[in-house]
Structures are given as C-alpha cells and as structure tokens.
C-alpha cells in the first residue's frame, strides 16, 4: 500500500522559514517523480513543485520559485521542501504526492498545515 | 501559464441523477486532463487520467471524456458517497494547473 506522510508543517512568522518532508512506503521510490501540492484555507488546489526521481530536474510555481527549493533523499525514501520568506499567501495545507508519470499525481498524503502569522 | 476553467462552481442533484462538470483549457492540451475527487478534510484522490482513462478501483460511474480544450467529467447515476468536491488537472505543460473545483452536494 502507498503511504505519503507528511512532517514539518507549523506556525510560523511573515519572513521565516520552514522544512517540510514527506517519507514514502510501499513502492518503489526512487522510480516515481514526487510533488508539492498546497490548499489554502477554503480554497483550491495548486500545485508547488516537482522533482525527478533521480534529482536532476526540479519545476516550481513562479510564485515560489527562489523562495522554495524542493529536494529528494532517495536512500531515505524522503522529499524535503524548504521553503524561506514566507508571507500570509503561503498560509496552506501542504500535500506530498506521487506522480505516476512526470506531471500526473496518483497519491497523496494527509497534508501538513503551514500557518505563516505574527 | 495554461488556464482551467471549471464549471459550474457549485451544483446540487437528487440522488440517482447524471452530473456532468467540465473543464476548459485556455490552449490545447491534447488529453492530458486529469480529474480528482476531494471529500471534506481528506486528501484528493485519482478517479481519470488521460482525459478518460479510470483509475484502478473507481467505479465505472465516473467517467472522462473531450480533448484539445474542452472536457467533461459525469457522473452517472449521484450516490450519496459522491458528495465532494472535484477538479480538473491540466498535467500537459509546467506550471500544472487545476480548475477552480466544482462542490457536489445532495439536493
């Protein structure tokens, strides 16, 4: 059985910085592309970041991009996202997924939320 | 970056009824449409892919349909487990984009 689960998420001051990670079981990890996808409260789905299975290849929201830097340990079946001068619009809940091929999300985790607040 | 318009924003039908939302694409993403299905504080989950290939284990109810930039999602016959919220997914070019969701509730 695929199992994403999600750590990290927390409250957290405008300008601060955070470390989010996803650990994978129950495939294959190192075969799959992995990616970020976030909820804000009440809202809709927008997707963050994605990584190739072997590192190499990395796509951003524009919105994030130089801001949120998505990596993969694949000896610990484990994606990272950090993620730095964070304001009120990055307020979400946070979803790890899989994407069974580039692009195409088949799993996703619980989600961790990610409340950026004075 | 690829625009999803999603429609309608909301529907409520009578248990049995055939639903139907679609989605349109702001340019050609031949059929590289997803749908996804999102109850109330969980985690979305794959129901087509391919614009109209289902997913393992959903039940033959859902179905996909179009190509280019326009797509239908149906729902043949409303069952009371139904009641979520949907999304297309355009996974054709970077940035990945969703259309705005469609809440199905019971009439």
């Known amino acids: 059985e695929v199992q994403l689960v999600e750590s990290g998420g927390g409250l957290v001051q405008p300008g601060g910085s955070l470390r989010l990670s996803c650990t994978a079981s129950?495939?294959?990890?190192?075969?799959?592309?992995m990616s970020w996808v976030r909820q804000a409260p009440g809202k809709g789905l927008e997707w963050v970041a994605t990584?190739?299975?072997?590192?190499?290849?990395?796509d951003y929201l524009h919105s994030v991009e130089g801001r949120f830097s998505i990596l993969r340990d694949n000896a610990k079946n484990t994606i990272y996202l950090y993620m730095s001068s964070l304001s009120a619009d990055d307020t979400a809940v946070y979803y790890c997924?899989?994407?069974?091929?580039?692009?195409?999300?088949?799993?996703w985790g619980q989600g961790t939320l990610v409340t950026v607040s004075s | 970056d690829i625009q999803m318009t999603q429609s309608p924003p909301s529907l409520s039908a009578v248990l049995g009824d055939r639903v139907t939302i679609t989605c349109q694409a702001s340019?050609?993403?031949?059929?590289?449409l997803s749908w996804y299905q999102q109850r109330p504080g969980k985690p979305p989950q794959l129901l087509i892919y391919?614009?109209?290939t289902l997913e393992t284990g959903v039940p033959s109810r859902f179905s996909g349909g179009g190509s280019g930039t326009n797509f239908t999602f149906t729902i043949s016959s409303l069952q009371s487990e139904d009641i979520a919220t949907y999304y297309c997914?355009?996974?054709?070019?970077?940035?990945?984009?969703f259309g705005q969701g469609t809440k199905v509730e019971i009439k």
């Open positions: 129950g495939y294959l990890f190192s075969s799959y592309w």
């Open positions: 997924a899989r994407d069974m091929q580039e692009g195409l999300t088949d799993y």
């Open positions: 990584i190739k299975q072997d590192g190499s290849t990395k």
């Open positions: 391919d614009a109209s």
């Open positions: 997914l355009q996974y054709d070019k970077f940035p990945r984009t």
């Open positions: 340019q050609d993403i031949i059929d590289f």
